[in-house]
């Protein structure tokens, strides 16, 4: 029987791998599939991507152009070479790219053959212009010769991208498809297994269960009272060994009824050491569940308020009768700040610095149980009763609990958990709000990039276009800026930049979204205001960077100036904010060419 039982496990064992390898293979091959589907939509959208980039450059090269004819300007024809070249280069990958795809390679090499010949009629005003003869530009311009080559790359490029997109969704319809395909079989190869697993573990418990039950029926009769033992073959060595044990448990028990009732108060004691335990562990569930919702909260807070928010709720119930407040580190400061309080405590909004709470000069817990019975912190009151937990991530620190009260035995474990979930929430928090700043900010100057005014002006404008309030756009840049580089090098440059957004930080209002548009150019987005109303502060703006002396190196860099443009928003205009960037650019292009250093409100907000 011995071998029957263990050739039967084997069995067991061996049906089960193969149906898990089985399952595998399947799962590993439509994994192979799902993962083929995508790598044709990322395909797809890095066909889309080079495109709009080759659009892109064109766009940027004809701008330049004209801002050259226009302005006579040589710094908008700098990178003219340079756009022609990257959208040829672009529109060259676009077509490698579609080599799979006849009718989108087709199509690719049209579009990239009239960028070509765009490219050719775009250097010929240009060319023109170098030469001196700007009249003869401008009237190749106004001609609008290159409009009918725009036009025809615009109409198939957009066929060309819709196409593709087309082509995206399909490929990743067909690859959530698989997807599916794949979860389906999953849940039918897992239920195919388990089918299989208790099948045969149904066959095997037929094997045992005669032996088992005559091990329960003498178990039953001892439970009765009755002296049983079991002389019965078991017909397998395990069972045999199982019924030789019970017998000699049997012989035992008899010995131990006699001590009974010193038995009986030892299981007393065990029984209420069981409750004792069973609730200790339903309170640490109930808190271990609370701490989970607390922290999938946490991790989805987008604000510090917020974040204090969920701290207010959720602390009082895992720490009930115990008021307190959290502080966070703040690196530039170099202070513990209070980010919520609660139980009616009122804490200081200065905060405090790290090296006057012993918890963090300790890296672990401080408690002061009696007036003078231990050192108190510096941030605490001399007679209070308090707890201090330091919350810590790889050696940082990040902030400290502070809890005013005794801390008890039962209390220990809910607060070890909850400082760990803090501690990983403020981590993430500060880590999302970084990855924010670096994502929407310009990294030389500290204002908001070009993509977070495009985002915004969206929003704006929408907000205008249904409230009926005004907003203005204000574009300006900094005048013969090239000087700087030239004399003193881009460092220089950099340093006049930095502080003239600096300067245009400080004068604009709170509510005023200051971004740098690109090289030396800056936008603001004002809300809530009109061209007119807003000149005297952009005023306020110029004369105060026009009074700048920027140094660098111990070297003075000499005065600067700005030339601003001004434009408010009607609903005549584009909903993506095109058309009033337009007029606040041709505003600024007019501050220019009346003598720099002022500003303009453009004739198309007037």
Request: glycine fraction near 8%.
């Amino acid at each position: 029987m011995f071998a029957s039982l263990s050739t039967r496990i084997a069995v067991i064992s061996l049906i089960v791998v193969l149906a898990l390898a089985s399952l595998a293979g399947l799962l590993a091959d439509a994994s192979n599939q799902t993962s083929h589907s995508f790598g044709w939509v990322t395909h797809s959208a890095e066909i889309i991507e080079t495109a709009e980039e080759a659009l892109g450059d064109l766009r940027d090269a004809e701008s330049g152009q004209r801002g050259f004819v226009l302005t006579r300007n040589p710094a908008y024809a700098r990178s003219f070479a340079e756009r022609i070249a990257s959208s040829t280069r672009q529109i060259e990958r676009v077509v490698a790219l579609t080599v799979d795809n006849p009718l989108q390679h087709r199509r690719a090499r049209e579009i990239s053959k009239l960028i070509a010949d765009r490219g050719v009629s775009l250097r010929q005003p240009l060319d023109l212009g170098r030469g001196g003869n700007f009249a003869a530009a401008t009237a190749v311009i106004a001609s609008g010769r290159g409009r009918e080559l725009t036009d025809a790359i615009t109409v198939r490029a957009q066929a060309f991208l819709e196409e593709e997109r087309a082509l995206q969704t399909t490929r990743a319809e067909a690859a959530n498809r698989r997807l599916a395909k794949g979860k389906w079989l999953a849940l039918i190869g897992a239920s195919v297994v388990a089918m299989l697993v208790a099948i045969s573990f149904a066959l095997l418990v037929r094997g045992i269960r005669r032996p088992l039950g005559t091990i329960m029926q003498a178990m039953t009769e001892l439970g009765q009272g009755e002296k049983a033992r079991i002389d019965t073959a078991m017909g397998s060595a395990e069972f045999s060994q199982l019924a030789q044990g019970y017998n000699v448990m049997a012989e035992k028990l008899e010995h131990a009824l006699a001590e009974q009732a010193s038995s009986e108060r030892h299981l007393q004691i065990a029984n209420a050491e069981l409750h004792t335990n069973s609730r200790i562990l339903q309170e640490r569930s109930e808190v271990i569940e609370l701490l989970g919702g607390m922290a999938h909260r946490m991790q989805a807070a987008r604000t510090d308020d917020e974040l204090a928010q969920i701290i207010r709720v959720f602390v009082p119930r895992v720490l009930p009768r115990l008021p307190g407040a959290l502080y966070a580190h703040n690196n530039s400061r170099n202070l513990l700040v209070s980010v919520a309080d609660w139980g009616g405590l009122e804490v200081s909004s200065d905060g405090f610095a790290p090296d006057q709470c012993w918890a963090l000069r300790r890296g672990q817990s401080h408690c002061v149980t009696a007036p003078g019975g231990d050192i108190v912190c510096g941030h605490a009151g001399a007679q209070e009763i308090y707890h201090c937990e330091p919350l810590l991530a790889g050696g940082e620190v990040i902030g400290v609990l502070y809890l005013q009260g005794r801390i008890d035995a039962e209390s220990r474990f809910p607060l070890t958990v909850l400082a760990e979930n803090i501690s990983s929430a403020l981590v993430n928090h500060r880590l999302q709000r970084s990855l924010r700043e670096q994502t929407i900010r310009d990294p030389l100057t500290g204002l908001f990039n070009r993509r977070y005014m495009e985002e915004a002006l969206a929003l704006e404008i929408a907000r205008a276009s249904r409230s009926g309030v005004p907003l203005s756009l204000v574009m300006c840049d900094i005048d013969h800026f090239k000087r700087f580089n030239d004399e003193f090098g881009h460092d220089a440059g950099d340093a006049v930049l930095q502080a003239v957004s600096a300067e245009m930080r400080s004068r604009f209002r709170d509510g005023d979204v200051v971004c740098r548009y690109g090289g030396e150019e800056f936008t603001i987005i004002a809300p809530g205001t009109s061209a007119e109303a807003l000149m005297s502060r952009v005023d306020t703006v110029r004369q105060a960077i026009s009074e700048l002396n920027v140094h660098r190196n111990g070297t003075t860099l000499g005065s600067t100036s700005m030339s601003f443009g001004i434009a408010t928003w009607t609903n005549a205009m584009a909903r993506d904010g095109s058309t009033l960037m337009q007029a606040a650019d041709g505003a600024l292009y007019q501050a220019k060419r009346d003598g720099r250093n002022r500003a303009l409100i453009s004739r198309l907000a007037a």
